[in-house]
């Protein structure tokens, strides 16, 4: 098997929040992020078939697809968009939004509360890790530490790790 160091087992809810990468990129390395192009594709469901439409593309150019499912419709949108620019632009992000404005008010409510969701365990993660520093700093154990933050001593090991001096 492989791949990096080995996490420790997740004990207890407080430490799912490890389980995830962290948000933060290092763009210190003088790399830029690229350009994002959005094209933004309508979608209507008429009896069993969705329609998406996507006019804002350069040149004036329209691409419309069908689908049978919505995971459908999203690919054979993309797919007709990149065939239609190639390779222009660098990055291309297609947002697909349904026509009925309440449906799409929802969907767009559920992606913020899970952005909203990943931002708070990115502060959780945050926290805690200042927090385990700060008391290994201060003499406790790791297992008081992790017994006062909720966490296994090793995920406080994993977090602080012990330094020869």
Avoid: C
Avoid at 30 to 42: L, R
């Amino acid at each position: 098997m492989g791949g990096g160091p080995r996490l420790p087992a997740v004990r207890s809810h407080f430490e799912k929040v490890f389980s995830e990468s962290d948000l933060v990129v290092n763009l210190d390395n003088g790399e830029s992020e690229g350009e994002v192009t959005i094209y933004h594709a309508t979608v209507t469901r008429i009896g069993k078939q969705w329609t998406a439409t996507i006019r804002d593309l350069p040149g004036g150019h329209v691409v419309q697809a069908q689908g049978a499912t919505w995971r459908e419709i999203k690919e054979n949108v993309a797919d007709g968009v990149f065939e239609l620019l190639q390779d222009e632009p660098d990055t291309v992000a297609i947002q697909v939004v349904p026509a009925d404005p309440e449906v799409a008010a929802a969907l767009a409510t559920v992606a913020a509360a899970r952005g909203a969701r990943v931002y708070a365990e990115q502060a959780e993660g945050d926290a805690v890790r200042r927090a385990a520093r700060l008391l290994v700093e201060k003499g406790w154990s790791t297992r008081d530490a992790g017994s006062a933050l909720g966490l296994s001593h090793q995920r406080i090991s994993q977090i602080v790790p012990r330094t020869t001096a």
